[in-house]
């Protein structure tokens, strides 16, 4: 049996003292929590947010898929004057009393590689004219083509398609990043649960031996072999540990796990078994740095630095081409009709062009793009810096941390040796004792020093789980087994 392993057992030996469970209290591991982080706030906010990167996906490919609307305008009735052109050219004005309705069927296309739409659109319009005198006229438009595309400048459809993979990704690293702070923070809970445990225990197991020096102490004094001063002694030192001893840090810390999962009210303490960190110095062993650095390196900053790249690439796209002329061009063509009688509509159609170029050309904007494209180039080389000392810090910290984890390890295996010999030289005191040698500052001294080295290495676990986590985060890498998180 290693010497970890040994560590470990001595936690859970020391966390079933009878005290804390003479009435089967349920009792709750790390990864027993761990499994039910599905019922906290947290992972419904994670569902919630899956639900929404998923929708966002779905929104930008039906950008790409036809639509058709259909439109209708019914009695739309105008009463004015309005000027009306004559046979010979004269435009004269005129009290005009009229109604018209219409309805159309229209279907458009994105073509994602040029960037350009295509429609296609048919239309029935009814006029109604009651003032100056009573007609009524329709007009079939029985198919109308048009596609117009922009000449110059860049295809926005492609630069939109390259920032949402980006940022879909970024969003599937980040839905599980979230699940991992949710497990840490039950770890960290967990581990604040067992602290106030500890000590409880420790407060306890400290109680009794102050109990047991006391009443040997007044054995002794009785008998005339001690002096009534050591005896007082005895007595402080019983007061001193009985009066630091109470169960309101546990309650504390089992009400925040109870909050955090969702879980029912009901009393219940948390234990530590070898099996949760029996691995894990192996699995450090075989962990990677470079390996971890690189990991956490892109999901920390590479990812998002990507991101970032294209929305600025976009926006100098976008200034660059306010400084040119853009030419941009509309084409269609139908078949349309017109008759006094709706039923004389479908006879001889009329052929239907129309064809346009529009050109345009800035001329004076007293440098206000140009000014624009520098603050952005700036910002470019601005961020560039941030994100280069934020890959050094990233850097460094990984290596700082997993150094530090193996070193937490170490001292933990230390610790319970020091625990081991600290108990022994309690049990030489309290051999003592049996023969009427007292000595309370040595009892207190011991005594202390046996609670903080017991505190501390709960805290030192505490930690080597918060670094585990926190690369389970930000690499998506168990540091116990060197496992990819998917």
Known sequence: MNRFYRTALMALVILTIP?????????????????????????????????IFHNNRRLFRIQTLPTLELSATLANLNNSISPVIQPDGQEIFIDRFYSNSNVSLTASQLLPFTGGRLMVSSSVVRLDNFSPSRTKEYNLNIFNVAYSQNLSGYNPYRWEKKLNDAESSFNDVQLIQSKEVTRGRITELFFNMLAAQEEYCIMDESEELARYMMEKAELFYESGKI????????????????IRKTQDDIDHAREELISFLNMENHPFFVVFTPSDTIHIRCGLESVDEKLINDRASLFSVDMEKKITAIEDTLSLKQLKSADYPSVSFSLGGGLNSRSDEFKQLF???????????????????????????????????KRDIEYNARLASIKNTCHHDLVSLSTILQEI?????????????????????????????????????????????????????????????????????????Q
Not at 26 to 38: I, K
Not at 227 to 242: H, M, N, T, V
Not at 348 to 376: C, E, H, M
């Open 347 to 381: 006879g001889a159609f009329n052929s239907r062009l129309n064809a346009s170029v529009t050109l345009s050309i800035p001329i004076l904007d007293w440098g206000r793009n140009r000014l624009q494209y520098k603050n952005k180039l700036a910002n470019m080389n």
């Open 19 to 51: 005290s804390l469970h003479a009435q089967q209290i349920p009792e709750y591991t790390l990864d027993f929590l761990l499994n039910l982080y599905c019922q906290s706030d947290s992972y419904f906010r994670v569902q919630s947010d899956s639900l």
């Open 227 to 242: 002096s009534y001063e050591d005896y007082l002694d005895a007595k402080i030192d019983f007061k001193r540990a009985s």
């Open 413 to 485: 295996e230390a610790e319970e040796e020091l625990i081991v010999l600290l108990r022994l030289k309690m049990e030489t005191l309290k051999q003592n004792a049996e023969f009427g040698r007292i000595d309370i500052s040595e009892v207190f001294k011991v005594r202390t020093n046996l609670i903080q080295s017991q505190i501390q290495n709960i805290y030192r676990l505490k930690e080597v789980f918060s670094i585990i986590f926190k690369y389970r985060q930000i690499a998506l890498v168990d540091l116990r087994t060197g496992m990819i998180i």
